[in-house]
């Protein structure tokens, strides 16, 4: 069996945990998606409570045999689910991966979990796997998505125009923005002082 560039890992901050996706996780991540119905968001793929088992075994293939590495988000206070996200993307040769298919229950929007969450997997990439570059893609119309990924650090590298096929037929265009190896310091700087890591 191929041993992948990205290998299992538990990220631990001061609020989350990130640990592997597994079909273990099923029912949390069914509670956590009726927080805010978050499958109803017509720009963001979110599973439903009945599409959620596919997607973790969608997800779980896509770690098997394309070197992906989907993670639940738990609260570390409770241990609660509260969200998902990856590795998407994932260019072993070139050592650049995009993160993705983020989402945290309603109740933990806003707040520091996202930062903590992109902080862990940032630092992972770059100091740990030493990506060159991590990107960030997002529907041209979430525009929250949009503005946090700006927040973090990234740079808007351009518009994909009709990306992809929607759901309903339409089309999506996908806004690409990324964080490079040498821009990461100074993000990592950044993104310390928000989560009050700074002395």
Same mark, same amino acid.
């Given at each position: ?7 299992p ?8 945990i $990130? =640990? ?6 099923? +029912? ?8 805010? !119905?978050?499958?109803n #968001?017509?720009?963001?793929s ?38 998902s ?11 650049? $991966? =995009? ?6 229950? +309603? ?8 930062? !903590?969450?992109?902080? #862990? ?5 770059f ?20 503005a946090a ?14 990306h ?8 999506r ?27």
């Open positions: 069996m191929k041993t992948h560039w990205i290998q890992v538990t990220l631990i901050g001061e609020h989350v $990130l =640990e592997p996706l597994a079909l273990e996780h099923l +029912e949390g991540i069914k509670e956590a998606v009726k927080d805010g !119905e978050l499958w #968001l017509w720009f963001t979110v599973p439903s409570p009945e599409t959620a088992e596919a997607a973790i075994k969608t997800a779980i293939d896509l770690r098997e045999n394309a070197g992906w590495m989907p993670f639940i988000v738990r609260e570390k206070a409770t241990g609660k689910i509260i969200g996200t990856r590795y998407c993307n994932v260019d072993e040769v070139n050592q650049r $991966l =995009e993160i993705g298919y983020t989402w945290y229950s +309603e109740s933990y929007q806003r707040t520091a979990v996202n930062t !903590e969450c992109k902080y #862990l997997l940032l630092t992972h990439a100091e740990k796997l030493e990506s060159i570059a991590v990107e960030f893609r997002t529907n041209w119309h979430n525009h929250r998505s949009r990924i700006a927040r973090l650090g990234a740079k808007q590298d351009g518009v994909l125009r009709n992809q096929k929607s759901v309903n037929g339409g089309y265009d996908t806004v690409v923005f990324s964080i490079i190896n040498l821009e990461w310091p100074v993000v990592k700087k950044a993104l310390e002082f928000k989560l009050g890591k700074s002395q």
